[in-house]
């Protein structure tokens, strides 16, 4: 149990107009911290205003991306209530991410009391309009100031919320996505499985590229032969061909998503077969020629199911169900919103109240 001092903000922002909210741009009032000393561990747990943070300039984050990230949300139920999707699972997640990067964790306990404390203090922010969730930011930097490249001696840990809007405002609108047979996200070895920001620093050339080719995202190809299928942008990515749903096993160069892994259990509930053998790419435009290729989705806390219309690899296009949702990404889709925003019976126990 962490002990947490509170020194909230004593004066509110203005709450942003719910149906303009857009993704990451509005903060709350208030931000949890932790720090982190060598030798003595976690200590001084504290809610406090949101501000700038005061870091030294040498602090070894900015240097050297020694930082890692979590991403979650916060769920307005009908009755008026607050709650978590499978916290416990970003809570691991981070774990592993902070292990490869030579980052201390919190506890899993820990971690989901700071996150619930922080949920709970920042209530009101929590919007009511359909669609609309609080996204929940934890976050961990290194803050040594240091030049030579070794572990850090301090940290800290904090997380941020940002209330965020519906991701389809105007309705399911399938995205067009560029396989990308050029650079590389992840290898064997290195941190594709990690929610680090290096990551994210290292795909942004491919997304610009793909947006000036007039694609959304990348779709990542394996890092060693360019011929498995891998994810995308920050979603990971499932096709339906032939009846069964293939999706990249995640052996250290896909990120194992909560979206991810919940969908799996909702097929295989569903009887739906389910494949995480690697995929080639040249397969799947095959299937697409010949007419099998039913259904490609991502999935990710932030869109939760992004249906996908269109794939171009190499120059060769593959339109996907005529551009519109299929009937199996339709129903993950119903049915995970409908569990996270509490309209539907939550069976599987995925819901933790905030409280
Ligand atoms: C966060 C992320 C995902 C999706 O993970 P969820 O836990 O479902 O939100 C997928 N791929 C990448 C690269 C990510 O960063």
Known sequence: MLDIKYNLAKTHKEKPDQGKLGFGVYFTDNMFIIDHTEGIGWHDARIVPYAPLSIDPAAMVLHYAMESFEGMKA??????????????KNAERMINTNKRMCLPSLPVEDFVQAVQALVK?????????????????????????????????????????????AYYESGINPVKIFVEDEYTRACPGGTGFTKCGGNYAASLISQVKAH????????????????????????????????????????????????????????????????????????????????????????????????????????????????????????????????????????LGWTVKVN
């Not at 969730?133 to 904090?158: C, D, M, W």
């Not at 996908?308 to 339109?319: F, P």
């Open 212 to 347: 000036e080719l007039g694609y959304e995202q990348t779709l990542w190809l394996d890092g060693v032969e360019h011929k498995y299928v891998e994810e995308v942008g920050s979603m990971n990515c499932f096709f339906k061909i032939g009846g069964t749903v293939y999706t990249a096993p995640c052996v250290g160069t896909v990120l194992p998503g909560v979206t991810r892994m919940s969908c799996i259990d909702l097929l295989r509930h569903w009887g739906i077969p389910v494949s995480e053998e690697r995929l080639p790419i040249a397969d799947i435009m095959k299937a697409s020629r010949e007419g099998k290729l039913e259904e490609v989705f991502g999935t990710g806390t932030a869109a939760v199911i992004s249906p996908v219309g269109e794939l171009r690899y190499e120059g060769e296009v593959a339109h996907i169900n005529g551009g519109k949702i299929g009937e199996v990404t339709h129903k993950l889709y119903d049915t995970l919103t409908g569990i996270q925003w509490g309209k539907q019976p939550d069976e």
């Open 121 to 165: 203090a920042e209530a009101d922010w929590v919007p009511s309009q359909e669609g609309t969730s609080l996204y929940i930011r934890p976050f961990v930097i290194a803050t040594e100031p240091h030049l030579g490249v070794r572990p850090s001696k301090t940290h800290q840990f904090i997380i941020i919320c940002s209330p965020v809007g």
């Open 75 to 88: 769920y307005r139920t009908p009755d008026g209530s607050i709650q978590l999707f499978r916290p416990d």
